[in-house]
């Protein structure tokens, strides 16, 4: 199979992997058919609502890890809000990575998915602390 040098980077050097033990959200999500998982933590400015930090835990391919790793580098370069940062599709990832295999398409579906859960969790749990 054929991967862009940016997703080999990518793969070999992930940017912002781990946990954030005091996250202010955590989505986890999944890929039922290969079974590659994917963990996404948001730290959030409450007054700014930017994501003032984000890291990864991926169960899965390099595509995924790549993919995970390209989102939350997007998110902390550009200084992203919560609000920006729902707007990053999966087509976005793949142009920001120079293209994915066809197959592969679908890990960077998990890296959308799983940035949009943590962000669902974090509205979710601002609202319940008002
Ligand atoms: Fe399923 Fe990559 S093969 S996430």
Not at 46 to 54: F, S
Not at 74 to 86: E, R, S, V
Not at 91 to 112: M, Q, R, T, W
């Amino acid at each position: 199979m054929n991967y862009s040098e940016k997703v080999m980077e990518h793969f070999n050097n992930p940017r912002n992997m781990g946990e954030i033990p005091d996250a202010d959200g955590v989505g986890l999500v999944g890929n039922p058919v290969c079974g590659d998982m994917m963990k996404i933590f948001i730290k959030v400015n409450k007054d700014t609502e930017v994501i003032e930090d984000i890291k990864f835990k991926t169960f899965g391919c390099g595509a995924a890890i790549a993919s995970s790793s390209m989102v939350t580098e997007l998110i902390k370069d550009k200084g992203m809000t919560i609000d920006d940062a729902l707007k990053i599709t999966n087509k976005n990832v793949i142009e920001e990575l120079d293209g994915l295999p066809p197959v592969k398409k679908h890990c960077s579906v998990l890296a959308e998915e799983g940035l949009q859960s943590a962000i669902e969790d974090y509205k979710k749990k601002k609202q319940k602390n008002g």
